[in-house]
T-cell receptor, first 115, second 112 residues
Framework: DSGVTQTPKHLITATGQRVTLRCSPR?????VYWYQQSLDQGLQFLIQ???????AKGNILERFSAQQFPDLHSELNLSSLELGDSALYFC??????????????FGPGTRLLVL | AQSVTQLGSHVSVSEGALVLLRCNYS??????LFWYVQYPNQGLQLLLK??????LVKGINGFEAEFKKSETSFHLTKPSAHMSDAAEYFC??????????FGAGTRLTVKP
């Protein structure tokens, strides 16, 4: 158990809909990262937040957005969903804002299925 | 742009045999390099990483990797495979801490 929690574990929705994925980092960690793992595209880094501020941005679509709240939990919002958005979405956390080179601890993921 | 190539989407070894998982990267500046392991229905776990300094990096579970700049490689090895090593392994590279790119993954099977 990494100490990173993600909810929900599974999510089934329809095309065009909007969903919110939630992540709670390990106690004391200030950075949160989001990743997408799909059969087509493999593992992709989406975005990093550090202490509430966006720190690094990867291959995140404009239909996707994220934020980190004062209690350090983070939410990833996916809108206008398409079939191709079906994937496993991971959250990870690290101690500080040192960037992607820091040791990250991954949550178990949220599996999203868009029908 | 940086990229990562993992040679061999599937590798099968016998229990007790050497494990060698290959990773090559492309980068115009010194990279940070990582190996992650993913067990079924779980998130990723960091095995080891190279940032600076010693080019031979030791990780958890008996794994190690060597950064070879001249070959742009970061191959993962373990002298003796165990059944519990069966999993998917991902090589990743980050440059300037602003983006991370993953290889396509190598599924390791360990035969008794």
């Amino acid at each position: 158990d990494s100490g990173v929690t993600q909810t929900p574990k599974h999510l089934i929705t329809a095309t065009g809909q909007r969903v919110t994925l939630r992540c709670s980092p390990r106690s004391g960690d200030l950075s949160v990262y989001w990743y997408q793992q799909s059969l087509d595209q493999g593992l992709q880094f989406l975005i990093q937040y550090y202490n509430g501020e966006e720190r690094a941005k990867g291959n995140i679509l404009e239909r996707f957005s994220a934020q980190q709240f004062p209690d350090l939990h983070s939410e990833l919002n996916l809108s206008s969903l398409e079939l191709g958005d079906s994937a496993l979405y991971f959250c990870a956390s690290s101690v500080s804002g040192g960037g992607l080179g820091e040791t990250q601890y991954f949550g178990p993921g949220t599996r999203l299925l868009v029908l | 742009a940086q990229s990562v190539t993992q040679l061999g989407s599937h590798v099968s070894v016998s229990e007790g045999a050497l494990v060698l998982l290959r990773c090559n990267y492309s980068s115009s500046v010194p990279p940070y390099l990582f190996w992650y392991v993913q067990y079924p229905n779980q998130g990723l776990q960091l095995l080891l990483k190279y940032t600076t300094g010693a080019t031979l990096v030791k990780g958890i579970n008996g794994f190690e990797a060597e950064f070879k700049k001249s070959e742009t490689s970061f191959h993962l090895t373990k002298p003796s495979a165990h059944m519990s090593d069966a999993a998917e392994y991902f090589c990743a590279v980050t440059i300037n801490n602003n983006d991370m790119r993953f290889g396509a993954g190598t599924r390791l099977t360990v035969k008794p």
